[in-house]
T-cell receptor
Framework: AQSVTQPDIHITVSEGASLELRCNYS??????LFWYVQSPGQGLQLLLK??????LVQGIKGFEAEFKRSQSSFNLRKPSVHWSDAAEYFC?????????????FGQGTRLTINP | DTGVSQNPRHKITKRGQNVTFRCDPI?????LYWYRQTLGQGPEFLTY????????KSRLLSDRFSAERPKGSFSTLEIQRTEQGDSAMYLC?????????????FGPGTRLTVL
């Protein structure tokens, strides 16, 4: 069965510092991988996605993620965070193994930014 | 492209009442998904439509839940005889797919509180 693990429930970083959010997945074939961000009380906004090809993908708001098949990971990075990046971040895996491309989400990582 | 819209944004109801939520997908998107998100968790898949056909339902979707997409455009999710455990954020997402991978775009959600 598909699963996603985000080991860090809560991370605090200082404004201007670099950021890495971890994501590990379990999937029986080549996965489709996504990072979404959610502000309090809001829906999910797509940051970036990986379907195939270059394993380093660029997204919106200066975020990037690297797909590492050998480690079953898809970590999200940003070189310098801004106060507006404070939010909940969700990693998700999808694919066509079972026909429907429903997404399986991790539990989320809540990001707090110190001024 | 005005994005995915959901109505109402908030719904407070008493236990035992029926509620209905509406989702309007991005124009010309042929897939529509429903997810449920409880506090502190990632979204969980409920069901999805390809055009007007409901192709998969999660085990989470009890008999009290029903979803429709009558003309392949907007969708409704109805919960009958609500229970306190139904309190959650209900998220709708849409995508366009021919073959291969799809990218799901989420609406702002409907937050349901059952008293």
């Amino acid at each position: 069965a598909q699963s996603v693990t985000q080991p860090d429930i809560h991370i605090t970083v200082s404004e201007g510092a670099s950021l890495e959010l971890r994501c590990n997945y379990s999937y029986g074939a080549t996965p489709y991988l996504f990072w979404y961000v959610q502000s309090p009380g809001q829906g999910l906004q797509l940051l970036l996605k990986y379907f195939s090809g270059d394993t380093l993908v660029q997204g919106i708001k200066g975020f990037e993620a690297e797909f590492k098949r050998s480690q079953s990971s898809f970590n999200l990075r940003k070189p310098s965070v801004h106060w507006s990046d404070a939010a909940e971040y969700f990693c998700a895996v999808g694919g066509s193994l079972q026909g429907a491309q429903k997404l399986v989400f991790g539990q989320g990582t809540r990001l707090t930014i110190n001024p | 492209d005005t994005g995915v819209s959901q109505n109402p944004r908030h719904k407070i109801t008493k236990r035992g009442q029926n509620v209905t939520f509406r989702c309007d997908p991005i124009s010309e998107h042929n897939r529509l998904y429903w997810y449920r998100q409880t506090l502190g968790q990632g979204p969980e898949f409920l069901t999805y439509f390809q055009n007007e056909a409901q192709l998969e339902k999660s085990r989470l979707l009890s008999d009290r839940f029903s979803a429709e997409r009558p003309k392949g455009s907007f969708s409704t999710l109805e919960i009958q005889r609500t229970e306190q455990g139904d309190s959650a954020m209900y998220l709708c997402a849409s995508s366009f797919i021919v073959t291969g991978a799809d990218t799901q775009y989420f609406g702002p959600g409907t937050r349901l509180t059952v008293l």
